[in-house]
């Protein structure tokens, strides 16, 4: 979308990875993941290697291709859920969640990561470090 293609710098037509993410916690789906990646700096990337990773998303990337990701811009909003996210979080339609845009940088603040997050905070509140491995 505009918005993606914005944050990573691209233009209209450079490829693309976009997959789906799905984070529980105590059992119960609270965060919908809609991560966009620059085709060109995650050549290999499959779905099998995202399933089977041994770690973090972020983790994948540095261990994998070579990209660390040193910050992150983020953007939060309330907002009803719409009926895929509320599919993949087992909501009705239109229950209040937080939506959260980030854009993930490496070094020299060059863009890697578009994701857009979808949060049910109803139970869990929503918390963020952000930290470079030692």
């Known amino acids: 979308d505009d918005d993606g293609a914005a944050a990573l710098g691209l233009k209209a037509g450079d490829p693309v990875l976009q997959f789906d993410n799905r984070l529980l916690l105590q059992g119960r789906p609270v965060v919908h993941d809609r991560i966009t990646l620059p085709a060109a700096l995650f050549k290999g990337l499959t779905d099998k290697r995202l ?3 041994p770690g973090t ?3 994948l990337y540095q261990s994998a291709f070579g990209i660390t990701v040193v910050r992150a811009q983020e953007r939060a909003r309330a907002l009803a ?3 895929n996210t509320a599919r993949v979080l087992g909501l009705p ?3 209040p969640v937080m939506q959260v845009r980030r854009t993930a940088l490496t070094f020299g603040d060059k863009p890697v990561e578009y994701r857009v997050s979808t949060l ?3 139970v869990h509140e ?3 470090t952000l930290q470079r491995p030692a």
């Open 93 to 95: 339609p239109g229950t």
């Open 120 to 122: 049910h905070t109803a």
């Open 81 to 83: 859920c719409d009926r």
């Open 57 to 59: 998303i972020y983790q």
């Open 126 to 128: 929503y918390v963020h």
């Open 51 to 53: 399933r089977e990773r």
